[in-house]
């Protein structure tokens, strides 16, 4: 064989040991096989590109590139080491198993990937139970303070005593929190209701046998929370006073008595109803005749709970009821008008406003009345009537008042206006001044002064020579005393006028020469003081006229 061949064959079979040699590298690293062909498709391409190269050189490359992959094992086997380190504690803390993995081979960066993100979940996992615990911890801790209990078992120990660090977050173990989280709340809102239960009855024996305040203060402290001393010392309470009704029996009888007419009042129970508890009536005060009376008040509290939307409406409708009717009342009164400050108005839109909520408020009642008979088998009575029927009865007697005052209001202006025809129109001005007050002495000594006065320099003036300019008129005083003494007299001549027998008839002959004597004065009398009752009554309208217009 020639030289050149036996070259030729050495370097072939150099080019084979590099290739196994390189498959073995591939072996202990894990390259999947879809890169070794690529990576043997490269070494082939080199070998292609670099023909020209030497063998040294060929060498160099190729211990270069081993040097650079067990590098890269070196890496990927620490991190892994590292990876399974953190495993371990993670499934220690959350009592876990480990993450299944071969050890042996080198792992390929999407192995190494995987493990990672399995170790974040873990991670994630350890924090939100660490949370967890320490929240659950400090709730069983307050609830055992609250219930003034140690812990019993080694789990609850090593909940309450232990490190936080040290306690196994597992799901057992956090299961196991939140049960005996649940049984300690669940004694703790027993005791709290307990404890409500004990206040109650306590407070219902303080008001029946009449407790001074100061002995009441003394519990002051154990009336708001609900803890096992606080139990303890309202239970020693209760007994105690339990004790005392026993001996103070008659007066707790009577005080439940008190409550339950109360009651009765709320409930709108009738005679009949209330005659039915017998007990009530009865003089001999025992135990037996207490715990009747006992039975009754609580029957009659929770009826009363359990509709006290009810019982509350039809108060809320009676006494807007009331109010409603004395609005109407003040209404038709004329002293309204000279109230200041708004309160008409306000009065006003209070009773539309009535007016309007009345009707809904009924209806609301109805339905709810509606609802309550069909759960009680029974008719909603209030005092022993429908109410339903007594709403109807008020509203018509309502409707019947206001028909009756507007009749009167009708015979009377219908009076009135015969009046007018038959003796003649009389001028109804408003007055700002009390229409009935006491006049003082000296306002009578004026007016009788005046009065005098006037009889002595009487003489007609016509009716526009009488008035006087507003410029040159009299004082506000003066007119006010004019208008008194013109008010005296014109209501003497009306009375003059209007009288029976004072109307002077043509037609009417006087029996003898006396009567027509005497009617003959009254006529000429009465034609005399036409002119001025018809002066006095301009200058009256005048007056006032120039008072409203704040002259």
Same mark, same amino acid.
């Given at each position: 064989?020639?030289?050149?061949?036996?070259?030729?064959?050495?370097?072939?079979?150099?080019?084979?040991?590099?290739?196994?040699?390189?498959?073995?590298? +591939?072996?202990?690293?894990?390259?999947?096989?879809?890169?070794?062909?690529?990576?043997?498709?490269?070494?082939?391409?080199?070998?292609?590109?670099?023909?020209?190269?030497?063998?040294?050189?060929?060498?160099?490359?190729?211990?270069?590139?081993?040097?650079?992959?067990?590098?890269?094992?070196?890496?990927?086997?620490?991190?892994?080491?590292?990876?399974?380190?953190?495993?371990?504690?993670?499934?220690?803390?959350?009592?876990?198993?480990?993450?299944?993995?071969?050890?042996?081979?080198?792992?390929?960066?999407?192995?190494?990937?995987?493990?990672?993100?399995?170790?974040?979940?873990?991670?994630?996992?350890?924090?939100?139970?660490?949370?967890?615990?320490?929240?659950?911890?400090?709730?069983?801790?307050?609830?055992?303070?609250?219930?003034?209990?140690?812990?019993?078992?080694?789990?609850?120990?090593?909940?309450?005593?232990?490190?936080?660090? =040290?306690?196994?977050?597992?799901?057992?173990?956090?299961?196991?929190?939140?049960?005996?989280?649940?049984?300690?709340?669940?004694?703790?809102?027993?005791?709290?209701?307990?404890?409500?239960?004990?206040?109650?009855?306590?407070?219902?024996?303080?008001?029946?046998?009449?407790?001074?305040?100061?002995?009441?203060?003394?519990?002051?402290?154990?009336?708001?929370?609900?803890?096992?001393?606080?139990?303890?010392?309202?239970?020693?309470?209760?007994?105690?006073?339990?004790?005392?009704?026993?001996?103070?029996?008659?007066?707790?009888?009577?005080?439940?008595?008190?409550?339950?007419?109360?009651?009765?009042?709320?409930?709108?129970?009738?005679?009949?109803?209330?005659?039915?508890?017998?007990?009530?009536?009865?003089?001999?005060?025992?135990?037996?005749?207490?715990?009747?009376?006992?039975?009754?008040?609580?029957?009659?509290?929770?009826?009363?709970?359990?509709?006290?939307?009810?019982?509350?409406?039809?108060?809320?409708?009676?006494?807007? +009821?009331?109010?409603?009717?004395?609005?109407?009342?003040?209404?038709?009164?004329?002293?309204?008008?000279?109230?200041?400050?708004?309160?008409?108005?306000?009065?006003?839109?209070?009773?539309?406003?009535?007016?309007?909520?009345?009707?809904?408020?009924?209806?609301?009642?109805?339905?709810?009345?509606?609802?309550?008979?069909?759960?009680?088998?029974?008719?909603?009575?209030?005092?022993?009537?429908?109410?339903?029927?007594?709403?109807?009865?008020? +509203?018509?007697?309502?409707?019947?008042?206001?028909?009756?005052?507007?009749?009167?209001?009708?015979?009377?202006?219908?009076?009135?206006?015969?009046?007018?025809?038959?003796?003649?129109?009389?001028?109804?001005?408003?007055?700002?001044?009390?229409?009935?007050?006491?006049?003082?002495?000296?306002?009578?000594?004026?007016?009788?002064?005046?009065?005098?006065?006037?009889?002595?320099?009487?003489?007609?003036?016509?009716?526009?020579?009488?008035?006087?300019?507003?410029?040159?008129?009299?004082?506000?005083?003066?007119?006010?005393?004019?208008?008194?003494?013109?008010?005296?007299?014109?209501?003497?001549?009306?009375?003059?006028?209007?009288?029976?027998?004072?109307?002077?008839?043509?037609?009417?002959?006087?029996?003898?020469?006396?009567?027509?004597?005497?009617?003959?004065?009254?006529?000429?009398?009465?034609?005399?003081?036409?002119?001025?009752? =018809?002066?006095?009554?301009?200058?009256?309208?005048?007056?006032?006229?120039?008072?409203?217009?704040?002259?």
């Amino acid at each position: 064989m020639r030289k050149s061949e036996v070259h030729a064959a050495e370097s072939v079979a150099c080019l084979n040991q590099a290739l196994n040699h390189l498959k073995d590298i +591939w072996e202990e690293i894990g390259i999947p096989e879809d890169q070794r062909l690529q990576r043997t498709d490269t070494v082939k391409m080199h070998v292609k590109e670099e023909e020209g190269l030497t063998i040294l050189q060929m060498e160099k490359d190729i211990r270069t590139s081993l040097k650079v992959m067990i590098k890269q094992k070196s890496q990927r086997v620490q991190e892994l080491k590292t990876l399974r380190k953190q495993d371990e504690d993670l499934s220690d803390v959350l009592c876990s198993s480990l993450y299944t993995f071969d050890m042996t081979s080198v792992p390929t960066l999407e192995e190494l990937e995987a493990y990672r993100n399995h170790l974040s979940v873990l991670s994630k996992e350890k924090d939100h139970r660490h949370a967890e615990f320490v929240a659950l911890k400090k709730q069983i801790i307050c609830c055992m303070e609250d219930l003034e209990q140690m812990p019993d078992t080694s789990f609850e120990r090593d909940v309450v005593c232990e490190d936080e660090d =040290a306690f196994c977050l597992s799901a057992e173990n956090i299961t196991a929190l939140k049960t005996l989280l649940n049984r300690l709340e669940s004694r703790k809102t027993e005791n709290e209701a307990l404890c409500s239960t004990y206040r109650s009855r306590i407070q219902d024996l303080w008001e029946r046998l009449q407790v001074p305040q100061e002995d009441r203060e003394i519990l002051t402290e154990h009336m708001t929370t609900s803890k096992k001393r606080n139990m303890n010392a309202l239970q020693a309470e209760v007994q105690h006073l339990e004790e005392l009704k026993i001996k103070n029996i008659r007066n707790v009888v009577e005080a439940v008595r008190t409550e339950m007419t109360l009651y009765w009042n709320m409930c709108f129970y009738n005679p009949d109803q209330r005659e039915a508890f017998t007990p009530y009536c009865s003089d001999d005060f025992t135990e037996e005749l207490l715990s009747l009376h006992e039975e009754e008040i609580l029957r009659l509290k929770k009826q009363y709970e359990d509709h006290k939307e009810l019982y509350k409406g039809v108060t809320n409708w009676q006494d807007n +009821w009331t109010l409603f009717q004395e609005l109407e009342k003040k209404a038709t009164d004329p002293s309204r008008f000279n109230n200041r400050g708004g309160n008409l108005l306000k009065e006003e839109k209070q009773r539309a406003d009535l007016q309007k909520s009345l009707p809904k408020l009924e209806k609301s009642l109805k339905s709810q009345i509606d609802l309550w008979e069909e759960e009680q088998g029974c008719e909603f009575l209030v005092h022993g009537q429908k109410f339903l029927q007594f709403v109807q009865e008020q +509203w018509a007697q309502y409707n019947t008042e206001k028909e009756r005052e507007k009749l009167e209001r009708q015979m009377k202006k219908s009076k009135q206006t015969e009046e007018d025809m038959l003796y003649g129109t009389s001028l109804r001005t408003p007055s700002k001044r009390r229409l009935c007050a006491t006049p003082t002495p000296g306002k009578t000594r004026k007016v009788a002064r005046r009065s005098s006065v006037c009889r002595r320099t009487f003489y007609f003036k016509g009716p526009i020579l009488a008035m006087r300019t507003p410029g040159r008129g009299r004082t506000p005083r003066g007119l006010d005393q004019n208008k008194e003494n013109m008010s005296h007299l014109s209501g003497a001549l009306r009375s003059m006028a209007a009288s029976p027998q004072r109307n002077i008839s043509m037609n009417s002959v006087a029996s003898s020469y006396s009567e027509f004597a005497v009617n003959f004065y009254l006529f000429v009398l009465f034609i005399c003081y036409i002119p001025l009752f =018809a002066s006095v009554s301009i200058l009256s309208f005048s007056l006032t006229h120039m008072q409203y217009s704040g002259l």
